[in-house]
């Protein structure tokens, strides 16, 4: 599976943006996925996640009520929509694919996932 972001940029506190992730070599719909994120001297960090069906997601504390996760199957496609951006948002964020045989596994962590995009940068000046 290839994974490609995109919908990165540089915004103000207070912004919006939305990221996609288009998919690619496999059966999307076999694919949980998720969002990750890595600032510049931190370890990547675990965003939001959410099932093959789209039915069950999951976030970080951190962006809980901010940032939504969706999937559209038939565009082989997972979006991250980010509200009331924080200058701690700051970070390159990378899209990945875990092969999940239950229907609503939404994983957290990073060794669960095999496939990464090679991320997308996001800017948030205060």
């Known amino acids: 599976v290839q994974l490609g972001e995109s919908g990165g940029g540089l915004v103000q506190a207070g912004a919006s943006l939305r990221l996609s992730c288009a998919a690619s070599g496999g059966s999307f719909s076999m694919y949980a996925m998720g969002w990750f994120r890595q600032a510049p001297g931190k370890e990547r960090e675990f965003v939001a996640a959410i099932s093959r069906t789209g039915g069950s997601t999951s976030f970080a504390d951190s962006v809980q009520g901010r940032f939504t996760i969706s999937r559209d199957n038939a565009k082989n496609t997972v979006y991250l929509q980010m509200n009331s951006l924080k200058p701690e948002d700051t970070a390159v964020y990378y899209c990945?694919?875990?092969?999940?045989?239950?229907?609503?596994?939404?994983?957290?962590?990073?060794?669960?996932?095999?496939?990464w995009g090679q991320g997308t940068q996001v800017t948030v000046s205060s």
């Open positions: 990945a694919a875990a092969f999940a045989s239950g229907l609503s596994s939404i994983p957290r962590y990073r060794y669960n996932y095999g496939y």
